[in-house]
Nanobody
Framework: VQLQASGGGLVQAGGSLRLSCAAS????????VGWFRQAPGKERELVAY????????YYGHSVKGRFTISRDNAKKMVDLQMNSLKPEDTAVYFC???????????????????WGQGTLVTVSS
């Protein structure tokens, strides 16, 4: 699976951005997919994921209620709608596919099988 992320940019606090990730490969529809982010000097962290059948979603505590993840298996796309953005959301965002979900419904960056290139989101105060 190859992943291509887009949609990052500069936005003022309180604004919105929509990130998109286009996938290639026949296995996309079988994988849980999601978004991670990495701020300067910090570890890469899970933001959100959605299961292959669209039944299950997960959101990190800091983004819950503001971000929405969606996917279209026919189009091989996964999007992240980000609303009410805060300066602390500033990071490079990475789409990801095929990762291991633990008993706490979390997935570490180390468990990711496929990464897209990052897209920078900058939120100004």
């Amino acid at each position: 699976v190859q992943l291509q992320a887009s949609g990052g940019g500069l936005v003022q606090a309180g604004g919105s951005l929509r990130l998109s990730c286009a996938a290639s490969g026949h296995s996309f529809r079988h994988y849980t997919v999601g978004w991670f982010r990495q701020a300067p000097g910090k570890e890469r962290e899970l933001v959100a994921y959605i299961s292959w059948d669209l039944v299950s979603t997960y959101y990190g505590h800091s983004v819950k209620g503001r971000f929405t993840i969606s996917r279209d298996n026919a189009k091989k796309m996964v999007d992240l709608q980000m609303n009410s953005l805060k300066p602390e959301d500033t990071a490079v965002y990475f789409c990801a596919a095929q990762f291991v979900i633990d008993r706490d419904n979390y997935a570490s960056a180390a468990s990711v099988g496929y990464w897209g290139q990052g897209t920078l989101v900058t939120v100004s105060s």
